[in-house]
């Protein structure tokens, strides 16, 4: 007799279920990626862009490849995409970042910075709130590469 004879009901379906239950496993807490400096550090690429981030506990200053954030991304939607994984996380204004990025132009690079940002904050604190969950339902930890068909 095939298993598709067997079950026909949902309480068919659960006794079967009850039988073969999986095992209780034991989740350990992440530690958390920080450096001797008390940095964590992440990559983040979005298109042709990479970035390199760095995060430590500070101020909220952001610098861009050795200038201020301000000054490197001038237009003000390229600032509110850096911001987006502070925001998410109410973070905003407790971590300085300072990356460095090639490739791409800068929206491709904004993008890169914040992929890079977000991954660094789950690195700096794993724990909260299931903080992957959170980020990737924002899309901040989706690598988006998009390739153009000539």
């Known amino acids: 007799m095939s298993m598709s004879d067997e079950i026909n009901t949902l309480e068919d379906l659960q006794a079967v279920a009850g039988e073969a239950a999986m095992p209780e496993v034991e989740l350990t807490p992440r530690e958390p ?4 400096l008390g940095r964590s550090y992440a990559t983040g690429k979005r298109k042709d862009a990479v970035a390199r981030v760095w995060i430590k ?5 952001v610098t ?12 003000p939607v390229l600032q509110m995409i850096l911001a987006q994984p502070f925001g998410i996380t109410n973070t905003a204004g407790q971590f300085d970042v300072v990356a460095t990025v090639k490739g791409g132009g800068l ?10 940002v977000s991954k660094a904050l789950q690195l700096y604190d794993p724990s909260p709130c299931n903080v992957k969950r959170v980020f990737f339902n924002s899309s901040c930890l989706i690598y988006l590469q998009t390739t153009v068909i000539k």
């Open 57 to 61: 506990p500070g101020s909220g200053k």
């Open 64 to 75: 861009v490849n050795g200038k201020e954030q301000n000054e490197y991304f001038a237009r």
């Open 107 to 116: 929206s491709g690079q904004a993008g890169a910075v914040k992929h890079g």
């Open 33 to 36: 990626v920080i450096d001797d």
